[in-house]
């Protein structure tokens, strides 16, 4: 118990102090973490509460600014409701800011993870990952603020044309 309460304390000082070289891997490597050599991890990156131990950040890695990585789910009143697994993050991965990464996932050396994506699967070695660029999807006529409703906004939506049959 007074082991988990200083894993839980190291994890909260590890997301906001200074030190993405230096303290911040430490903090985590304290908390069971396996962490390689020159890994770079930003403030308010989340690494599993309960399971840090199942991490492994290899050497040259780059996790970036609020990036969580979860190692497990529990649903339900009973620790039994359980699913998780290792994750691995290989020699010179760049994971960007704003990613999540799920149980049981490997990112492949040299990878590189855009931003804002949700890793669910494993990446191979030196791939570029994430969702294709967002784009227009509708034409706003009614502006979303206070002077109108959200139904007037939904209705003034027209969608756009892209050429393409659907």
Known sequence: ??????????HRLAFVMPGGTSLRPWLHKMRGTKIGKNVWISRMVYID??????????DNCTIGLRTSIF?????GPRKSNYTG??????????????CVILPNVRVG????????TIVT??????TLWGAPSAGPIGKVTVPLT???TYEDFIRGLKP???????
């Open 1 to 10: 118990m007074i082991k988990n309460l200083v894993s839980r304390l190291f």
């Open 49 to 58: 509460e309960l399971h840090p131990e199942i991490v492994t950040i290899h």
């Open 71 to 75: 190692t497990h789910f529990y649903w």
């Open 85 to 98: 697994g290792k994750v691995v993050i290989e020699k010179d991965a760049f994971i960007g800011p704003h």
């Open 109 to 116: 050396q040299g990878a590189v993870v855009k931003a804002g």
């Open 121 to 126: 699967k494993d990446v191979p070695p030196y």
């Open 146 to 148: 206070p002077e109108h």
């Open 160 to 166: 756009l044309r892209t050429g393409k049959k659907r």
